[in-house]
């Protein structure tokens, strides 16, 4: 199944389910099956709420970072664009989450936090 569409809480399209689910709507996706030739319109609910204290691991794991990918290094590019990196122009680099670049076996690719770069 495919994810066609997202609509966040609040975008048009929304109001029914947000009259139905109130604040517990994150948002609504839109799934096709293409094999059983079905389409499907889902919704992500908060079902509890909790305090989260992040340990020093999360934070580190979290932490944004600077990858390099050469410019012809284009499959590798498109998987760290696919996984939410960001250019970052002036660093020349991708911005992604630690954890992110780990998953995508970046380590050795990672060349600062992007908190210990010096902005000017």
Same mark, same amino acid.
């Given at each position: 199944?495919?994810?066609?569409?997202?609509?966040?809480?609040?975008?048009?399209?929304?109001? %029914?389910? *947000?009259?139905? =689910?109130?604040?517990? +709507?994150?948002? /609504? !996706?839109?799934?096709?099956?293409?094999?059983?030739?079905?389409?499907?319109?889902?919704?992500?609910?908060?079902?509890?709420?909790?305090?989260?204290?992040?340990?020093? %691991?999360? *934070?580190?794991? =979290?932490?944004?970072? +600077?990858?390099? /990918? !050469?410019?012809?290094?284009?499959?590798?590019?498109?998987?760290?664009?696919?996984?939410?990196?960001?250019?970052?122009?002036?660093?020349?680099?991708?911005?992604?989450? %630690?954890?992110?670049?780990?998953?995508?076996?970046?380590?050795?690719?990672?060349?600062?936090?992007?908190?210990?770069?010096?902005?000017?």
């Amino acid at each position: 199944m495919n994810i066609t569409r997202t609509l966040r809480r609040g975008a048009r399209g929304t109001a %029914r389910l *947000r009259e139905k =689910h109130g604040d517990a +709507l994150i948002c /609504v !996706r839109y799934r096709v099956d293409e094999e059983n030739a079905r389409r499907y319109k889902t919704v992500e609910l908060i079902v509890e709420e909790m305090r989260f204290v992040p340990s020093q %691991r999360w *934070r580190w794991l =979290h932490q944004e970072v +600077l990858v390099t /990918v !050469r410019f012809e290094e284009v499959k590798l590019r498109s998987q760290v664009k696919t996984a939410g990196g960001i250019w970052d122009r002036e660093a020349r680099s991708w911005r992604l989450a %630690r954890y992110v670049a780990l998953q995508l076996g970046l380590r050795k690719r990672i060349t600062t936090t992007v908190s210990q770069r010096v902005h000017g």
